[in-house]
């Protein structure tokens, strides 16, 4: 069974930063790219960053340059740091693992409240 354990949420004034870490556990075979989605209230689980195990990102245009995401293979964690800060980066953020074996599979973390103060 897979799991994915997130932290480093939180509450920040606009302009500050936050570090978030995803670590994934279990049998896991076959990773295809970890990721961070965020949800808003009211509002569509969008993408916030992907990245490989070829190290190849992949941001929303409304992070990019703010946003900056990493792996450590080793250990199977994912980050997410996050500068500049904005109220509109106020969301649940949650961590994704996509995998290609046994089977194309999807894994959430339970989610990260992340709230921007203006």
């Known amino acids: 069974q897979v799991q994915l354990v997130e932290s480093g949420g939180g509450l920040v004034q606009a302009g500050g930063s936050l570090r978030l870490s995803c670590a994934a556990s279990?049998?896991?075979?076959?990773?295809?790219?970890m990721g961070w989605y965020r949800q808003a209230p009211g509002k569509q689980r969008e993408l916030v960053a992907t990245?490989?195990?070829?190290?190849?990102?992949n941001y929303a245009a409304s992070v990019k340059g703010r946003f900056t995401i990493a792996r450590d293979n080793a250990k199977n964690t994912v980050y997410l740091q996050m500068n500049s800060l904005k109220p509109e980066d106020t969301a649940v953020y949650y961590c994704?693992?996509?995998?290609?074996?046994?089977?194309?599979?999807?894994?959430w973390g339970q989610g990260t409240q992340v709230t921007v103060s203006s």
């Open positions: 279990g049998s896991i075979f076959g990773i295809n790219f």
């Open positions: 990245i490989t195990n070829a190290w190849r990102t």
């Open positions: 994704n693992l996509n995998v290609k074996l046994p089977i194309p599979s999807d894994y």
